[in-house]
């Protein structure tokens, strides 16, 4: 009878004997990517697959950028640079925690942005459209004022800042704590003169305010979803995920009072995931403009003010 081969984790030898025999960084890619296939952990935070997960780490440890020579794959790590890389990886299985909190940063339309366990990890498929500029609304002037409602990290609104570079940004969000990431990034890209952090449940902070673009990655995740999600998602703040039975609560006061806040021209680009089925079957008769994106991504619909003037009975 042939020998049956049971796969087993190196984490079973101390961290001395791994930086020991493992020397270079094509020898630590190889490894990572093993040990994370073999875990079963979950990728959904910027990377996935164990490979994508095992060079995002690598790379992010040893401050290296993802466009990296590959010539580098076989250079010699000194021995704090291999400790760091077995420290995360061992963290990284046993924690389940996200790989963006454990290197502090994530990158989202091509920028890095400070984050931790205050904030959601930016991974919105907002971010194409902050890349073209939200052109499809605004063909030939971008739009002057901006706001990012339900903010968390600032990702969107400064992303949009730093690709718009004549629009002002307000970025808003009812939790302090993350406010206080926001201002980080703020400060990180040097964008204060034009994005400012506003503390508000939803637009209750921002009377009097009007904006030509409202976009919005609100809390949509329903009662089910939440209740069965990957332990990854447990380390995120849940004020900032669930949003009710049908992942609408939230969904639905924007609806309702986002009009107030738009000029006549204006548009609102709203994420709601997995919750489109039940926004669609909530308000069947709502001609929501879902868009489509090329790198992945579902539940992003548009609407006009004037869309949601002929349809303000329906969100009363």
């Keep these: 009878m042939a020998n049956s081969i049971v796969s087993r984790s190196t984490l ?53 950028p993802w466009n990296v020579d590959p010539g580098v794959l076989e250079a010699r790590l000194l021995p704090m640079e291999r400790a760091r890389i077995v420290g995360l990886v061992r963290e990284r299985i046993s924690s389940r925690r996200p790989l963006p909190y454990l290197l502090g940063e994530a990158f989202y339309a091509g920028f890095p942005f400070d984050v931790d366990e205050r904030v959601l990890i930016p991974r ?12 499809a ?49 703020i400060q990180r890209h040097d964008v204060g003169a034009r994005v400012r952090a506003v503390l508000s449940d939803l637009f209750e902070g921002l009377a009097g305010q009007r904006y030509d673009l409202i976009v919005s990655n609100p809390p949509y995740v329903d009662a089910r979803d939440l209740a069965i999600m990957p332990a990854e998602y447990r ?13 609408l609560d939230i969904v639905r006061r924007i609806l309702r ?56 009975a329906s969100f009363a």
């Design 235 to 247: 380390h995120e703040p849940e004020l900032a995920l669930g949003a009710g039975a049908d992942g």
């Design 124 to 135: 919105s498929p907002i971010a194409e459209l902050i890349e073209t500029g939200f052109a």
């Design 137 to 185: 609304w605004f063909p030939e002037e971008p739009p002057a004022r901006v706001l990012d409602l339900c903010t968390g990290s600032g990702c969107i609104g400064i992303a949009t800042a730093l690709y718009l570079p004549t629009c002002e940004v307000d970025l808003s969000d009812v939790s302090a704590d993350a406010l206080a990431v926001a201002k980080q990034n």
């Design 12 to 64: 079973t030898l101390d961290d001395e004997a791994l930086c020991r025999d493992l020397v270079t960084l094509r020898d630590f890619l190889r490894w990572a990517a093993s040990e994370f296939h073999l875990a079963g952990l979950f990728h959904g935070h910027g990377t996935d697959s164990p490979w994508d997960e095992a060079v995002a780490l690598t790379l992010g440890a040893l401050h290296l």
């Design 257 to 312: 009072e986002a009009r107030d806040y738009l000029s006549d021209d204006g548009v609102l680009i709203v994420e709601v995931g997995n919750s489109d089925r039940h926004l669609e079957a909530a308000f069947p008769e709502v001609p929501f403009l879902w868009l489509d994106f090329e790198r992945g991504g579902q539940g992003v619909f548009a609407l006009t003010a004037a869309e949601l003037d002929a349809h303000a």
